[in-house]
């Protein structure tokens, strides 16, 4: 069974530049999280999306949109990139709308962003 | 003040020693709490949930005290293998698939 898939796996941009990322769940997962890692640090929670709906959102400003599409697939878009936004950003895709109980978010393997 | 803190590390220890990993959180409203491990440029993987009467997988033993707000790891029998770096994490009740994660600590297991 195919686990969570993300595109691109790398990418490299400008600052000024927007870039959108994607994100397909574990079949039969209805919610799909974003998370941004910069480097030697842990994950950082920017979006939570159940049933296409916005569910949670992280401390980020609002170059950072993202959106749920009837397959629960997921796209993330940034716009006006800083060289901040470098970042390995990841999704992640539970079952239900809350994983409070078990924690398990299973991630995919996460675009790699530059913004040079 | 970061909501979950860890050391970074990193822990360098032999093939065979147990090693203890601490990690604290800072509000008080937080309910669940688990272990990530991350392996070098991978994406994080759940090791292991934490509950306060403690518990353990194999070689793994994870324990929680709310009232010192404190999480700890204990790996016995380190492998190779378990060379990665370990993240902290807590959900806070209502906060649906929002996890706070530490900063990890990294973990070097030598022959």
């Known amino acids: 069974d195919a686990g969570v898939t993300q595109s691109p796996t790398h990418l490299i941009k400008t600052r000024g530049q927007q870039v959108t990322l994607r994100c397909s769940p574990i079949?039969?997962?209805?919610?799909v999280s974003w998370y941004q890692q910069v480097l030697g640090q842990g994950p950082q929670f920017i979006f939570q999306?159940?049933?296409?709906?916005?569910?949670g959102r992280g401390n980020f400003p609002d170059r950072f949109s993202a959106r749920q599409f009837p397959n629960y697939s997921s796209e993330l878009n940034v716009n006006a990139l800083l060289l901040g936004d470098s970042a390995l950003y990841l999704c992640?895709?539970?079952?239900?709308?809350?994983?409070?109980?078990?924690?398990?978010?299973?991630f995919g393997e996460g675009s790699r962003l530059t913004v040079l | 003040r970061k909501e979950v803190e860890q050391d970074p590390g990193p822990f360098n220890v032999p093939e065979g020693a147990t090693v203890a990993f601490n990690c604290t959180y800072s509000n008080s409203a937080s309910q669940s709490f688990f272990w990530y491990r991350q392996d070098c440029r991978k994406e994080p993987k759940l090791l292991m949930s934490?509950?306060?009467s403690g518990n353990e997988d194999g070689r793994f033993t994870a324990q929680l005290n709310r009232a010192s707000q404190y999480i700890s790891l204990l790996i016995r029998d380190s492998k190779l293998s378990d060379s990665a770096t370990y993240l902290c994490?807590?959900?806070?009740?209502?906060?649906?698939?929002?996890?706070?994660f530490g900063t990890g600590t990294r973990l070097q297991v030598t022959l």
């Open positions: 999306y159940y049933e296409k709906e916005e569910r």
């Open positions: 934490v509950y306060s």
């Open positions: 079949s039969g997962h209805k919610s």
């Open positions: 992640a895709s539970s079952l239900a709308g809350q994983a409070p109980n078990t924690g398990e978010l299973f």
């Open positions: 994490v807590v959900n806070r009740a209502g906060t649906a698939s929002k996890l706070t």
